[in-house]
């Protein structure tokens, strides 16, 4: 046998060897010990609109050069998009790319744009593993070890930066499948940095996603660091969507004299829209430092007074299904819990969404939130 046969013999060998494992299916990659899906396979809840899945952002399309250039910015990121699915693999691997450099002073890159796991357990959602990002593409196993057994996962993704692609990956032969769907309509928060996830440590614990997991309900993540103002155009965009309830969380980013007159026409606007779906008003949170920052402390005063008389106008106007929560026992009573005074650590945050989830669960008994 000559030299050029032997070497045409031993490429087809080879050929033969590297394709024995087969076809892998589309949104699936195989490496030596682990299995990769596309995120996009199970389904990307928090989402508002639906063609936003592929990719991975809060605002869809047309809403550029409607709202501001930094709320548009900011819809980039990936506040409050998770992923469910079901598995029986013993470890779980996520690899993203996130799109910018982005690093805040005050707030740990694990929740900036990081990822977060977490998996069903009798007693409810509880944390697994957070996925700690190195750079722009990031790979890590998040969990391994764990008993055989098929269970059910929540992946959060990134509150502070965009992300590109994500790809989940389990045990060759292990199963992996959607989770079934939410039974109720989401519920939407629309805010400031506080409601997109400052300062949390994990993507799972800004107060949005905490409340899902404490209700089982769905929630879309609209927290605009510094812009959410009760824009009108804002308002026109949650109009088109349909949840079960609108949560509207915007003072921290308001000046005193805004706020009645922004959340007179915001609210019109959603009712003339959503005459049926209920809404809830919050007001300012009690920063930490309020009790010895007069000045503050006046601030704050002003902007809930005048939530409060927009409520009782609207009120007066035979607005229905229109609710209020005052910032009593909103946040920690004796101001621990913060980064700056203002900014929730995840200890402000469970205060916060704990609070938040009986005001729900009183709307939900009148409503029947469905």
């Known amino acids: 046998m000559n030299r050029s046969i032997k070497f045409g013999f031993l490429l087809a060998l080879l050929c033969m060897v590297y394709t024995a494992g087969g076809a892998t299916a589309p949104g699936q990659e195989k490496t030596a010990a682990t299995q990769w899906h596309a995120a996009q396979q199970f389904g990307v809840r928090g989402l508002g609109w639906e063609e936003l899945a592929q990719t991975f952002t809060r605002l869809p399309a047309k809403a550029q050069g409607v709202v501001s250039e930094e709320v548009w910015r900011l819809g980039q990121n990936s506040a409050g998009l998770h992923v469910r699915f079901v598995s029986n693999s013993k470890s779980i691997k996520v690899k993203w790319s996130v799109r910018g450099n982005v690093s805040l002073n005050h707030m740990a890159a694990t929740a900036v744009k990081g990822v977060d796991l977490y998996a069903r357990s009798p007693q409810g959602w509880q944390w697994v593993g957070v996925g700690k990002p190195s750079g722009k593409k990031n790979e890590a196993e998040v969990v391994t070890n764990m008993a055989p057994g098929e269970r059910e ?218």
């Open 153 to 370: 996962f929540l992946l959060y993704l990134p509150l502070y930066d965009g992300v590109d692609s994500v790809a989940i990956g389990v045990e060759n032969g292990a199963s992996i499948s959607a989770a079934a769907p939410y039974e109720k309509k989401p519920i939407v928060f629309y805010g400031t940095s506080i409601t997109q996830g400052a300062c949390a440590t994990r993507a799972g614990m800004a107060y949005p996603s905490i409340i899902g997991r404490c209700l089982n309900r769905e929630t879309i993540n609209l927290g605009f660091s510094g812009n959410g103002k009760m824009d009108p155009a804002m308002a026109n965009l949650l109009a088109e969507l349909d949840p079960t309830l609108y949560v509207l969380d915007c003072l921290p980013n308001m000046k005193p004299e805004e706020v009645q007159p922004r959340t007179l026409e915001v609210v019109r606007l959603l009712k003339a829209k959503r005459p049926d779906t209920p809404i809830l008003l919050v007001e300012n949170i009690t920063y930490a430092h309020v009790w010895i920052d007069q000045r503050v402390a006046d601030v704050v005063q002003k902007k809930n007074q005048a939530l409060r008389k927009a409520y009782e106008q609207l009120a007066a106007e035979g607005v229905k299904k229109l609710y209020y929560r005052n910032t009593k026992d909103l946040v920690n009573p004796n101001g621990e819990g913060t980064v700056d005074g203002i900014h929730l650590t995840d200890l402000g945050f469970t205060h916060l969404a704990n609070a938040l989830v009986k005001e729900i669960k009183t709307i939900d008994k009148k409503n029947k939130l469905k």
